[in-house]
């Protein structure tokens, strides 16, 4: 069997953690009706971190980036405006 690409991981801390673990169970509980144990959440939460959260964060890189262009134009436009007429 072939093994996964690794992808970098995000760091996230024991707090942030122990949040999504309880994000997790209550999901189970609430969507399926179905007490989810410790290590599933950990094992989902694990999956999350290394497979989810980098495209999450490249998605808002992305998403930055064109927030700025979009700014760079507003604020080239708005120089312009400044511009007075030479008579």
Known sequence: MKKRERIVQI???????????????????????????????????????HRLA????????DDAKRWFAQMMDNLDSDYYTLYKNEA
């Open 11 to 49: 760091k996230l801390t024991d707090a942030q953690k122990e949040k999504l673990n309880a994000e997790i169970k209550a999901f189970y509980l609430d969507e399926r009706g179905e007490e989810i144990g410790m290590i599933e959440q950990m094992q989902l939460l694990e999956l999350f971190e």
């Open 54 to 61: 980098p495209i999450v964060y490249n998605r808002a890189l």
